[in-house]
C-alpha cells in the first residue's frame, strides 16, 4: 500500500495514476484546501484507490491512515509560492509541521520508507549552474524554499536516527495538465481577461528549468526502483532552460491569438522570492538509466495547449 499526501492535488494526482497504473493500491491524505476532487474522479469505485479527507496538521488523523502503508509519497504543501509573503506561516505549517507530523506518524507505526517533493528552490540564488546536489551552502530565499529544506533536514534526521529510508527529489517547476498555478495558468487567465495583452511580472528574462508532470513521476517511480541508498537525493528536470518571455510568446501561439501585446512590468524578479534563475544539474538523474520524454519547452507547450482545452479560451 502507498500512502500519498497531497494526491488531490496537481502533482499527487498524476502519482495516483502511475501507481494505479502498475497495479499498486494506494490510499490517499487530502484536506482538499488546493486539490481537486474531480482529478480523481476516474479512480471512483476502484478497488485500489482510497480517499482520506484529513489535514496533515491534525497528528492523529496522520497516523491513522498509515496502517498497511509500506511507502509515503509526501506531496502535499502549499502549492503557491506567493501566498508565503502574505499570511507569512503558511510553509511553515503546511511544510515543516506537516513533515514532521507524516515522519512520526511513520516511526509510531513502523514505516520506513518515504519520497519527497522538495524543490530547486532549496539552491537560493546559486552561483553554480547547471547546479548539482552538492551544491552548498543552501541559502533559499523564500518562505517556501527554507520550509523545503527544513523538511529535507527532518527526513535525513529521521533517517539517521530511526532507520528510515529517504528519496528526496528536487523538481525543477513542474507543468502539465490540471496544473492550478504557475506562470502558465497565469498567463491564460490573464489572456481569458484580455485577449489584447499579456502582462508578464519582471523583465521576461527570468530562466529556468522546466520538466512536465508525467516526467516527474515517471523519474521519481525510476529512482525508488533503482536507488537503494539510506537518502537517496537527485534533482529532477530535463538539463535545459526556458526563459519567462518565450513562455509567453508559447502560450499566445497555442492560444491562436492575433495582434496580442506582451508588456513586461520590469525588474529582474516576478515577485518577492522569485529566484531569477534557475538551471539544474541532473546528470545524476540521467546515470540512472531515466530518460525524459521532452525538454522544457516540450513540456511548456504541451502544458499550454492542455490547461488553454481545460480553461478554455
Known sequence: MHLVTGGAGFIGSHLVDSLVGIGEKVR??????????EFLSHHQGSDSVEIIR?????????????????????MAANPDIRLGTEVTDTDLNQGTVATYNVLEAMRISGVRRISFASSSVVYGEANLMPTPEDYGPLLP?????????????????????????????????IVGPRGTHGVI??????LKRDPTRLEVLGDGRQEKSYLSARDCVRS????????????????????????VS?????????????????????????WAGDVPKSYL?????????????????DAIRATAKALISEIGL
Not at 28 to 37: P, R, T
Not at 251 to 268: A, D, K, N, R, W
Not at 286 to 297: I, N
Open 185 to 190: 495558468f497565469d498567463f491564460i487567465h490573464k
Open 141 to 173: 530565499i523564500s518562505l517556501y524554499g527554507a520550509s523545503k529544506l527544513a523538511s529535507e533536514a527532518l527526513i535525513t534526521a529521521w533517517a539517521g536516527t530511526f532507520g528510515a529510508q529517504g528519496y528526496i527529489h528536487r523538481f525543477a517547476n
Open 54 to 74: 484529513a489535514d496533515l496538521l491534525d497528528r492523529e488523523a496522520v497516523e491513522s491512515t498509515m496502517e498497511g502503508v509500506t511507502t509515503v509519497h509526501h
Open 246 to 270: 518565450r513562455i509567453a510568446e508559447i502560450v499566445v501561439e497555442e492560444s491562436g491569438l492575433q495582434g496580442v501585446s506582451i508588456e513586461f512590468t520590469g525588474g529582474e524578479r516576478g
Open 28 to 37: 490517499i491524505l487530502d484536506n482538499f484546501s488546493s486539490g481537486k476532487a
Open 220 to 243: 521519481m517511480m525510476h529512482l525508488i526502483e533503482n536507488s537503494h541508498e539510506e537518502i537517496n537525493l537527485h534533482n529532477l528536470g530535463t538539463g535545459d532552460t526556458c526563459s
Open 281 to 297: 544539474d541532473v546528470s545524476k538523474l540521467l546515470s540512472t538509466g531515466f530518460v525524459p520524454e521532452g525538454g522544457s519547452e
